[in-house]
């Protein structure tokens, strides 16, 4: 049995294939192109046959219907979309509401904490940064918010008079002195990126201040820009709202 997952994000849409050897076929485009060209060149990229389809979306219910008859009929199967549960999976949701809580979000604590079995701070940097704590019972003791590094440099851009549009730029170690800008620009992405690594080192020393010594899981479209500035060597996992999906499907509940 084949199984498509989609990853479907504000700015990206990202896709693999799960069946006996894993995860595999993976791939992504962008919002923009979608956007631009509609859904059906989602549809030139993405596998035919498969059984079944299972989808992570925070793009809306709009956008999620729309997913739904192109990509079900694109593949002949019913497409299934994951919610967000009070607890499942090992793990307890520590949001008062938790159906409020972004799926996405929820889907990336459950492919972290199968892969860690332990405290974590699961990091999804991209057009929002997200930063959740989960201890060492599966308890998610809560999360961030703030935004990622090219939202902040774009919001920047539009309240003021003065700073010109910034393109995001690799990142670099934290203790490197190129942290400080010598020009607006530069000034304005350093900026961006050590605001999002900074946010992260706090909420690990937090975490370490109240004697949990977390596994540092990163993900999303900005992680390499923020993989080398951070204080604890962190796990890389680019795939991971995929690996969460795959395990709920695997271990389903």
């Known amino acids: 049995m084949s199984v498509l997952l989609l990853d479907v994000g504000n700015s990206r849409i990202k896709w693999g294939v799960l069946d006996d050897s894993g995860v ?11 956007r631009d ?7 030139t990229k993405i596998p035919r046959r498969v059984d079944d389809v299972f989808v992570s979306n925070v793009a809306g219910t709009t956008f999620a219907t729309r997913l ?4 079900g009929a694109h593949c002949g199967c019913d497409v299934r979309f994951a919610r967000t549960d009070r ?5 307890i949701n520590g949001y008062t509401q938790p159906r409020r809580m972004g799926v996405d979000r929820w889907v990336a604590m459950i492919g972290a904490w199968a892969e860690i079995q332990g ?6 940097a991209g057009t929002a940064t997200t930063i959740d704590a989960i201890d060492a019972q599966g ?8 935004p990622g590094v090219a939202t902040m440099a774009t919001a920047l851009t539009a309240a003021t008079s003065d700073i010109p549009a910034v393109r995001p730029a690799p990142g670099r170690s934290g203790a490197d002195l190129g942290m400080f800008g010598r020009n ?10 050590n605001a999002v ?3 992260v080192d706090r909420a690990i020393r937090t975490l370490q201040s109240n004697a949990c010594e977390p596994a540092v899981v990163l993900t999303g479209g900005d992680a390499s820009r923020i993989l080398n500035a951070l204080c604890e060597a962190p796990l890389h996992r680019p795939h991971l709202v995929l690996q969460g999906l795959a395990h709920m499907l695997e271990y389903a509940q």
């Open 24 to 34: 595999r076929r993976t791939g992504h485009i962008s919002q923009a192109r979608i």
């Open 37 to 43: 060209k509609g859904l059906q060149v989602l549809t």
């Open 68 to 71: 739904s008859g192109v990509v």
């Open 87 to 91: 607890q499942g999976w090992g793990l």
């Open 119 to 124: 405290a974590c701070l699961v990091v999804d």
């Open 139 to 146: 308890k998610h003791l809560g999360g961030q918010i703030i």
């Open 184 to 193: 607006t620009a530069s000034a304005v992405r350093e900026g961006a990126q």
């Open 197 to 199: 690594a900074g946010a």
